[in-house]
């Protein structure tokens, strides 16, 4: 009598979803067919459309599997903070550890799949995919509004716009930090090269802090529409 266990419905649902999350990291959404998608995950074309009836779905599960948790951890650890604040600002400090934290941990597990998930959610800031950003917009809508609201609060004598950008070049610092060194390997000596996913948070906590507690630059006035 064998010893192995049948497979169940939810077994070759998460091959599937195993198999398409590493394969859009290596090759980007577009350059992923169902094709490679099923015979990674060894199941048929129907599985996928039993399971998520399209590829667009299929995208949208992959990323809501852990993007979901993600997201409520942040939350959840915000929460947490304004409740111990009592109603007082929060230090910036506390919140970008709270959003950028958070993921750079789920970046550390290599697991449980957090590794890769991350490094796929990093190829999003830099793949025009504009189904995905899209879909990445709605998910994350929430979480921006309650963070950005908080360095709103925390900042108060630095203009919302200029919050946004360094928010957004910070989401970029983190996006090239977890999507791989390779550019760093090939400037420096190799074995100068420290990437210990312990060591990166506090090395990418101070990099980001710093650049949101820089100076406001010196801007140019907007040009006049004419």
Not at 68 to 78: K, Q, Y
Not at 87 to 100: N, Q, T, Y
Request: glycine share 6%.
């Amino acid at each position: 009598m064998s010893s192995l266990s049948p497979t169940t419905p939810q077994d070759t649902r998460d091959r599937i979803l195993d198999a398409a999350e590493s394969l859009f990291v290596e090759h980007g959404f577009d350059g992923t067919s169902m094709r490679m998608i099923t015979s990674a995950a060894n199941a048929n074309l129907a599985a996928v459309n039993y399971h998520f009836g399209s590829k667009d779905a299929l995208v949208q599960a992959v990323f809501r599997r852990r993007l979901t948790v993600l997201n409520e951890e942040r939350l959840a650890v915000l929460d947490r903070l304004e409740v111990e604040a009592g109603g007082a600002p929060l230090k910036p400090s506390r919140i970008v550890e709270a959003f950028f934290g958070t993921a750079l941990r789920m970046a550390a597990d290599t697991e449980h799949g957090g590794r890769t998930f991350m490094r796929l959610l990093a190829r999003t800031y830099s793949e025009p995919n504009a189904f995905v950003r899209q879909f990445l917009a709605e998910e994350y809508a929430e979480v921006m509004d309650r963070f950005l609201g908080a360095l709103f609060t925390a900042l108060p004598d630095v203009p919302r716009t200029e919050i946004m950008w360094r928010f957004h070049f910070m989401t970029g610092s983190l996006a090239f930090a977890i999507s791989g060194l390779g550019g760093l390997y090939e400037l420096a000596d190799v074995s100068a090269v420290d990437d210990d996913p312990q060591r990166l948070l506090p090395r990418l906590m101070s990099f980001m802090l710093g650049g949101l507690r820089a100076a406001l630059p010196d801007l140019p006035p907007p040009c006049a529409n004419d």
